[in-house]
């Protein structure tokens, strides 16, 4: 089936630590995307990318870091310097601009 | 930059009944696109409606309705005969033909049905 994939579901960290999501999407698609949706909030772009190799800051990039090595993976770095890290966080992607995002189911970070 | 506001956090309707979400949304942007999602208690997002810009009909799907006022930057919901099912998060977004094409939404609006 095509679609995009986020794992795990739910991750655990210490304070403290690095710590990776992962997205991987077989859609083909040019555009991926990583959210953070706090408890009641709406979704705040942290990074983007539109292309292989290349990748934009959003609104809240502070802590965080991406990669987009091959065009199906968008893994996402929550690192030590982000403040307040706990929090559910959304992948996206989109065949190109203007058409529908499609979402991943979530990855559910607690650090602890 | 591109930015989007809902102004209502929660809303409730009784079931059957009719409701209409607010969003209003800023861009500099001539060519852009508007969407309404859906986010379940499941939490997966679902797209629930699309919008160019550049069309001045108003999109439908089934129940689904926008009133799109390109002029006053608005772009609201209008959900026909509710259902159970109905109830979530909805979140209106943006994104726009430059090169950026930042996918940006507002802060969402939690909807409830009653029976």
Redesign the interface.
Same mark, same amino acid.
């Not at chain 2, 726009?96 to 802060?107: P, Q, R, S, Y």
């Given at each position: 089936d095509g679609g995009i994939t986020q794992s795990p579901k739910y991750l655990f960290r210490k304070e403290g630590q690095n710590v990776t999501l992962s997205c991987e999407q077989n859609l083909n698609h040019d555009a991926m995307y990583w959210y953070r949706q706090d408890p009641g909030q709406g979704l705040r772009l942290i990074y983007y990318s539109q292309i292989v190799n290349d990748f934009q800051k959003g609104d809240i990039a502070e802590g965080y870091s991406v990669s987009r090595e091959k065009k199906e993976s968008f893994p996402l770095t929550v690192t030590s310097a982000q403040k307040n890290p706990t929090a559910f966080y959304l992948c996206a992607s989109s065949i190109k601009q203007g058409t529908e995002a499609f979402f991943g189911q979530g990855t559910r970070l607690t650090v602890v | 930059a591109q930015t989007v506001t809902?102004s209502q956090p929660e809303m409730s309707v009784q079931e059957a009944e009719t409701v209409t979400l607010s969003c209003t949304y800023d861009t500099s942007e001539n060519n $852009? $696109?508007l !969407?309404w999602y859906k986010q379940p208690p499941s939490?997966?997002?679902i797209?629930v409606i =699309?919008q160019?810009a550049y069309k001045q009909q108003n999109a439908t799907e089934n129940r689904f309705s926008v009133n799109f006022q390109k002029a006053a930057k608005s772009f609201s919901l209008k959900i026909s005969d509710s259902q159970l099912g109905d109830t979530a998060m909805y !979140?209106c977004?943006a994104? +726009? +033909? &430059?090169? *950026? &094409?930042?996918?940006? !939404?507002?802060? *969402?609006t =939690?909807l409830m049905v009653k029976p």
């Open positions: - | 809902q $852009y $696109y !969407f939490r997966q997002m797209l =699309r160019e !979140f977004g994104t +726009n +033909n &430059n090169a *950026g &094409n930042m996918l940006t !939404f507002g802060g *969402g =939690r």
